[in-house]
């Protein structure tokens, strides 16, 4: 079995997709509708989904909810790389959890993205 795709839920579509392609180049595959829906590839063929809450089914995107209960990880190949990365992300829209620092073996930071959606970009120990 092979993960197909993620679906993050937030208020400004267009905002998350637009972040995410400028920041972590990923690459918009296709927006439906006006802000209604975007779907976002990396280079290994993830999908990621980023659409509103569907209130049927009882969600609430994490701005609404005020909560942080699900973070997204990028793994990038060096320690220099998290760096830049962060040094980037430093004059976006970012809010920023502190700095890079030695975490679980590897070197990584947090931050919050527009929809309030919690990043994790980091190096493994083995090219730190």
Known sequence: MKLNHLDLHVPDIAATADFLIEYFGLRLVEMRGANGLAILTDDDGL?????????????????????????????????????????????????????PREMRGGWAFYCLIPGHILVEVGARALHV
């Open 47 to 99: 999908e990621l989904v980023v659409s509103h809450a569907i209130e049927k089914f009882g969600s609430a995107d994490q701005s609404v909810s005020k909560t942080v209960s699900y973070h997204i990880g990028f793994i990038v190949t060096d320690r220099a790389e998290v760096d830049a990365i962060y040094q980037r992300l430093k004059t976006s829209k970012a809010e920023l959890w502190g700095e």
